[in-house]
């Protein structure tokens, strides 16, 4: 399949990346969503967050287990695709039947679950669907959409107040370290991501697929017999209806795996921990209290700048799409930035709480899936309320992302317009709502623009409802001075 041109997104903006990994055969190419952190900040993340971990539930003290249970994740761990994270498995003596991936590469199993398995293929493929999850980068996925509701639009445009937020401000915005629920509750979009990738590394590993699918059902049917044994498994892991068969499916585009060795004995080990005294439940341990949150104090009601009649152009570093700003507006950008948030004096206003939110200005972008891609064509998961057309899918999910991230936006219905931008279809729609933030009413228009790749530049209009009519002048001019150069390839 020919290489594909996306145009680069990094932290800060809609970020993705491709992840492809040759393989025997065709496989499924799967791409990650939304992501604001660096890697090197889910290593950050994660080794905080392993910390809390080993204060909050008990660690297995068993060489033996640890040994067998590292080995088999570092076999599997070298055919992860993606960052190349230092990635540490750990047994926690726990005897739920579960397991769970912290961000930068921090793996666990509980106990239980080693001794339910029916044999190393099926813990292969345990710990491969969460080196999937972390490879993929869906912890910080989440908390990266998370941090949207909190942070604000300014968050699609790069935009930090003149740089990037320290990684432990935007963690405790969001609930902090340790067993934070948004590490560890997926999509189903992620969870068919994390199938997929996690089949593709048992095949490299030498290990069947369809392990970790028959594993996966019938773990669902246990729910059934003793639901308390596996409620925690079925609630971290949502599984689709086809599950098996989906797997199936890429273990037939992948062909036949050379099989391999196994690791150790499993049967010894699990003898070993029959021995042991028995682990008590996830219930049973100290549980990590819920951290309380206020909602953010209103901001002072900014005056905001009437634009300049006289424009100059703002290019992006990479060259990958240019527009015109009034001359006493401001381009900020992130160090490493890839969009950009235009902005008059008085744009943005501060909340009590120190968060910076864009209440008048443009932010650009590129757009990949909030929640990343299976295949070569986005399908939004939750149905396109706009038409069938990837541009119309992905507005749907952008669109959809913005209001579940600031709950006052509400889609105007029959607002949605077809056109062209930058000689390429586009769509607008818009939204609006009294801002929290600001108590006016507020109105956002988003306007996409399809690239070849199926990918999509939007732009967001942002203004109070009652000035975005002096406005429109000034928005109507920035977006037909929109240029999108299509040959900047992206990573």
């Known amino acids: 399949m020919a290489p594909r ?4 997104t990094v932290p800060c903006a809609i970020a993705a990346l491709l992840i492809s990994v040759a393989a025997a055969g065709a496989q499924t190419v799967v791409r990650p969503g939304f992501n604001v952190f660096t890697v090197g900040q889910d290593v950050e993340i994660g080794k905080q967050s ?3 971990v080993a204060r909050q539930l008990p660690m297995l003290s068993d060489a033996t287990t640890q040994r067998y249970v590292s080995a088999l994740g570092a076999r599997l761990a070298a055919q992860a695709p993606g960052a190349k994270f230092a990635y540490q498995f750990k047994v926690a003596n726990l005897s739920d039947l579960n397991a769970f991936a912290l961000p930068g590469g921090f793996i666990y199993v509980n106990r239980g679950l080693i001794q339910q398995v ?9 710990l491969a669907h969460e080196i999937a999850h972390v490879a993929l980068r869906h912890p910080t996925n989440q908390a990266s959409k998370a941090y949207l509701a909190e942070a604000g639009l300014s968050v699609l445009g790069g935009w930090f107040g003149g740089g990037s937020p320290r990684t432990g401000d935007i963690v405790h915005a969001i609930g902090g370290f340790g067993l934070n629920t948004l590490f560890l509750k997926f999509s189903r979009s992620a969870e068919s991501q994390a199938d997929i990738v996690g089949s593709q590394i048992m095949a490299r590993a030498g290990y069947d697929p369809m392990d970790m699918a028959r594993f996966f059902t ?3 049917q246990q729910a059934g017999g003793d639901p308390g044994k596996v409620a925690q498994f079925l609630s971290d892991h949502p599984a689709p209806a086809d599950r098996e068969i989906r797997v199936s499916e890429e273990a037939r585009l992948m062909g036949a795996a050379r099989p391999t060795a196994p690791i150790g004995s499993l049967a010894a080990v699990q003898k070993r921990l029959g021995r042991l005294a028995p682990a008590q439940t996830t219930a049973q341990v100290a549980q990590n209290p819920t951290p309380t949150t206020t909602s953010p104090a209103p901001a002072t009601r900014p005056s905001i700048e009437s634009p300049s009649t006289h424009f100059h152009t703002f290019q992006q570093r990479q060259g990958a799409f240019s527009i015109e700003q009034p001359d006493n507006w401001s381009a900020g ?3 490493d ?5 235009i902005i008059p004096r008085g744009g943005i206003v501060t909340t009590t709480r120190g968060q910076e939110h864009v209440v008048c200005g443009v932010i650009v972008n590129h757009f990949v899936p909030f929640d990343g891609a299976i295949g070569n064509s986005f399908l939004d998961p939750q149905q396109s309320v706009y038409g069938a057309s990837t541009l119309e899918q992905a507005t749907s999910d952008l669109v959809r992302q913005i209001q579940q991230a600031n709950g006052y936006l509400e889609r105007v219905d029959g607002s949605d317009v077809r056109g062209t931008v930058a000689g390429a279809r586009s769509i607008e729609v818009r939204l609006a709502g009294r801002s929290p933030q600001t108590g006016r009413q507020e109105r956002v228009t988003v306007v996409a623009r399809g690239l070849s790749d199926d990918h999509i530049v939007y732009a967001l ?3 109070p409802t009652d000035d975005f009519s002096t406005l429109q002048p000034t928005f109507d001019h920035m977006i037909r001075s929109l240029r999108i150069n299509a040959q900047v390839t992206h990573d």
Do not use: C, D, K
């Open 461 to 463: 209009l942002i203004a």
């Open 118 to 126: 029916h044999n190393e293929g099926e813990l292969a493929g345990v």
């Open 218 to 220: 019938y773990m669902s």
């Open 50 to 52: 392993a910390v809390q």
């Open 5 to 8: 041109q996306v145009l680069r």
């Open 333 to 335: 950008v992130a160090p």
């Open 337 to 341: 930035g890839y969009g950009v948030t």
